[in-house]
């Protein structure tokens, strides 16, 4: 069984900083009222919390440094202008970045892009080149190449080397 | 820029020793102070174009700088540094010398009590008696529950009043 808590001592005390300061909600307020009322340790402690709030809240306004408001506002300028001009050189950096990159795809475009005319043919032809080989193979006396079938050309015919 | 709202410059002089004076009580030394001041109208120039105008400009500009305090001290364990004996530009001429010098004696006591809190008590205590934030206001600026505000407050202000008794 799990027992339900009031709130501590020091939860309690707590009020008083928020009473002080006029924190509290009604109900809490009418709590710390009738604490204070009925409790003179309260009332003293109340009175020293606002004491120190007094005094805190009596600090002088710490003056900065002569000048210092005007070299924020120097520096501020200054940086606002190199960061403008490296604004303005980084859209020139990414616009000719652009460049290089669509320049570049294109180029790559016209490689990739397959070629539509007819394939350069073999000179000489490969059936003619055969042939010419069997008919060189046959006028040397090249047994083995003799055995390809191959037709003596008229202008080879005199049995002569070519 | 939203209309109604303020340029960067306009916010850096007319609220630039608002800035400073919240830095100076939460870092407790002009060099941390002038740092914080300029980094935090940094974040307000970024922060301009998108900045609503619902709360007052004050505590936005108290909820940045007290943020990059908080960052900073978690980033670097900073202990607020208390100097003391450096305060010829804090009153205003004319005063005579004894009052003067007890009022810096009384103002250079207080600072050195604050920068004994721990920094969660501190900038509770600075937000709200210092900048004059409500306890909700503060809830909004930290992150945290308003019970806490109120928990921290109290805590901050029991060790001030132990410190400075």
Redesign the interface.
Known sequence: MTERRGPSADDE??L???YL?G?LDEAETARAGARLAADHGWRAELD??R???D???S????????G??DQ??R???S??ARRSDTVHATMRRTRRLAAIAAAAAAIGVAFAVPSTESPTPVRPAIDESADGHAVNAALADDPISQLAPAAIPASTGDGGTP | MPDGVPTWEEVAREHGRFLYNVAYRLAGNDADAADLAQDALLRVRRGLDTYQPTGSLEGWLARIVTNLFLDDVRRRRRKPVVALGDHEHVLPGGAAADEVAAARSLSDEIQAALGKLGDEFRTAVVLCDVVGLSYEEIADAQGIPVGTVRSRIHRGRSQLRELLS
């Open positions: 005390r707590e008083l900083s928020a300061d924190e020293a919390l004491l120190v709030r005094r805190v809240r600090l002088p306004e710490r003056e900065p440094p002569a210092f408001i924020l506002v520096a501020g300028r940086d606002l």
